[in-house]
């Protein structure tokens, strides 16, 4: 477990249920809430991403987040290895800011230093920079579209 604030915790999502609970939180954020396409919401790196899960007391799911390295984050880090690519972070509509986003990034990079990775890059939505400056990030290069919405990338070294 991962420090977490009083009102959630997380973990590694391992077990199917908790994946379960993942791909579920992340259609209704990205695929009901912001209208992504169901087809580019889901890819290949799904199957090889960690993933993290926020649960309540109750084990409800409230967020969640992956984090990719070595070949598949390598498009995202300038092809830096010994940098992962924080991505799909999203927290249900009714978790929202309760300190489940911040955890959720904490124990993305605590899985990263796990894997011996030295810092995350991210590509966060633009109205999302000042969550990620607090938690470190620096933003770089231009704003860019993903899934029709802007971003830029960031990353934070540990």
Not at 21 to 40: H, M, T
Not at 86 to 91: E, I, Q
Request: aromatic letters at 6%; hydrophobic letters at 40%.
């Amino acid at each position: 477990m991962s420090s977490a604030p009083a009102t959630c915790s997380t973990r590694r999502a391992v077990e199917e249920s908790d994946l379960a609970a993942c791909f579920q939180v992340r259609k209704d954020v990205f695929v009901g809430e912001q209208r992504v396409p169901e087809e580019i919401e889901y890819d290949i790196h799904d199957a090889d991403a960690v993933h993290v899960l926020a649960v309540a007391a109750d084990g409800s799911a409230l967020g969640t987040g992956r984090l990719l390295h070595g070949a598949a984050a390598a498009g995202r880090t300038g092809g830096d290895p010994t940098v992962g690519s924080l991505g799909r972070l999203a927290v249900t509509r009714e978790s929202r800011g309760l300190g489940v986003g911040a955890a959720l990034v904490r124990a993305i990079e605590g899985e990263a230093r796990a894997l011996g990775l030295a810092g995350v890059d991210l590509h966060a939505q633009t109205h999302a920079l000042g969550f990620y400056e607090r938690l470190g990030y620096v933003a770089y290069g231009p704003e860019f579209p993903d899934a029709g919405m802007p971003h830029r990338a960031m990353r934070r070294t540990f």
